[in-house]
């Protein structure tokens, strides 16, 4: 079946500092990959996406790559703000499936500033 | 423009009692998931529903879970005999159809059985 692993652990680090958060993935097919945010008190909400092999994902200055060949999307993003502060969420859905995803447990990210 | 809504925000409950919650999809969203995300199992896939076809049930972990979405729109998600296991926050997303579509969630519903 799919399955996402994230790194384990709590990220904490400095403002400014460069964010690295570690994702590979297990699917059958050619999956789609995301990361999700979710923000203190609030919902889940998409970062960004990318739906095929080499395909780079990028908003509010994080970026992923999907890499086929390491089965990794891994998230980068190179000056972190005290507001970046949140749980960051692996996840993939088969496409011509029924979309639903599967997440990684997710990192708590925490920036001090 | 409205998001997803989830009622109630906050449930508490004891343990055997039945429990509905429900989610308001986006404005033509034809697709409606649930998921679960509690401590130990992280954000499961409970169960898919897409225009008039059959739900995808396959995450459902029990038989005391049910759900149903009632003309395309609004979905209740049922939990009968609830058990201190249930105790998780309940999240509904809602997408346009087909592959690759953004999924937008709700704010979810913290479910906490006693």
């Known amino acids: 079946g799919n399955s996402v692993t994230q790194m384990e652990g709590p990220v904490t680090l400095s403002e400014e500092a460069f964010l690295t958060i570690n994702c590979t993935y297990t699917a059958t097919g050619y999956p789609s990959l995301f990361w999700y945010v979710q923000y203190p008190g609030e919902g889940l909400q998409l970062l960004l996406k990318?739906?095929?092999?080499?395909d780079k994902g990028s908003n509010k200055g994080f970026e992923a790559t999907y890499r086929k060949e390491t089965t990794s999307f891994h998230l980068e993003k190179g000056s972190v703000q005290v507001s970046d502060s949140a749980v960051y969420f692996c996840?993939?859905?088969?496409?011509?499936?029924?979309?639903?995803?599967?997440f990684g447990k997710g990192n708590q990210v925490v920036v001090i500033p | 423009g409205a998001g997803v809504s989830q009622s109630p925000s906050n449930k508490v409950t004891e343990k055997g009692k039945d429990v509905e919650l429900r989610c308001d999809p986006i404005s033509g969203h034809t697709a409606l998931y649930w998921y679960r995300q509690s401590l130990g199992q992280g954000l499961e896939f409970l169960i898919y529903f897409q225009g008039n076809s059959a739900p995808d049930k396959s995450g459902l972990p029990s038989d005391r879970f049910s759900a149903e979405r009632t003309g395309g729109s609004v979905s209740t998600l049922t939990i009968q005999r609830t058990q201190q296991e249930d105790s998780a926050v309940y999240l509904c997303?809602?997408?346009?159809?087909?592959?690759?579509?953004?999924?937008?969630f709700g704010p979810g519903t913290r479910l906490t059985v006693l």
């Open positions: 996840a993939l859905s088969e496409r011509g499936g029924n979309n639903r995803l599967a």
């Open positions: 997303a809602s997408s346009l159809a087909g592959s690759n579509n953004e999924q937008f």
């Open positions: 990318a739906t095929k092999a080499d």
